[in-house]
């Protein structure tokens, strides 16, 4: 069903150690594959009251302010909180709410949110069924709740992340892989059905490795790094929505809607 990592519990510090490299020149590529993978999976209207469970640093609460929603945004991490604050004022952007709040118990009344967020959240929690009834009554019948979690389908990704954790480089303690068919009996127990999934980053980029401090380091040059960034998001492009090969991208992404 899962296979389990000791969970992250200091994620104010990963914050700080991770918020600097989010908007690098190095991570170029990959805002550019996220950014596309956002736009063909997500599907946001204007007007439409949308919740961020576990906001983290705000990509998820931008993309759907950019698209028109009103969004309320929580994270039980005061860093995060403050960092999804600062990256909506940069977007002169404004959200509803964005609040220091555990997705456990969510502050909202039930069948509330058109739309709910909860993405690269379950893994970190020692009770992701709370965490997904929650989720599920705060939505209303019909809303879509998209999900994403590390996928234990993807193995050369696994054994990369333990690899991480040894020289200190990623967060610290144990975190939650999920199996794709596990997650799905999880959302419908919980009273969703899921509809489509997509896969995100389902191989590192080609033109060079990443340091302990999750920044790209490369020693090609810039007229190599340009059609090599280009090859790899046409590889990303592909495998996103393509099975097999979703099933062997590090993140997972399940659209699901609430039952009527």
């Known amino acids: ?58 990509e998820y609460t931008i993309f759907a302010l950019k698209n028109g929603a009103k969004v309320w945004a929580l994270d039980s991490s005061e860093a995060m909180v403050a960092y999804t604050n600062r990256a909506v004022e940069r977007e002169k952007l404004q959200a509803e709410e964005i609040a220091l709040q555990s997705v456990m118990d969510i502050p909202y009344p039930d069948n509330n949110f058109d739309v709910v ?21 705060v939505l209303r019948p019909g809303g879509q709740l998209y999900l994403d979690v590390c996928n234990a389908s993807a193995i050369h990704w696994y054994a990369l992340f333990r690899v991480m954790q040894f020289l200190n480089a990623g967060p610290s303690g144990k975190m939650r892989y999920f ?33 302990p401090d999750l920044r790209r380091f490369t020693i090609l040059p810039g007229f190599l790094i340009r059609p090599l960034d280009r090859l790899y998001l046409m590889v ?8 097999p090969l979703r099933l062997f991208c590090w993140h997972y992404f399940l659209r699901s809607s609430k039952r009527e």
Not at 30 to 35: D, G, I, T
């Open 117 to 137: 967020f909860n993405c690269s959240v379950l893994e970190c929690l020692p009770d992701p069924e709370g965490a997904l009834n929650e989720l599920v009554r």
């Open 179 to 211: 199996f794709p068919w596990a997650l799905k009996a999880m959302v419908r127990e919980a009273g969703c059905e899921p509809l489509n999934s997509s896969g995100q980053a389902f191989l590192p980029p080609f033109s060079g490795i990443y340091t």
């Open 1 to 58: 069903m899962t296979q389990t990592l000791e969970q992250t519990t200091d994620w104010d510090a990963y914050s700080a150690s991770i918020a600097a490299r989010k908007e690098s020149p190095e991570w170029a590529v990959l805002r550019r594959a996220r950014s596309e993978h956002y736009e063909k999976f997500f599907s946001i209207q204007p007007g439409e009251r949308v919740l961020d469970a576990g906001c983290g640093h705000g």
């Open 236 to 243: 990303e492009r592909f495998a996103n929505h393509h099975w």
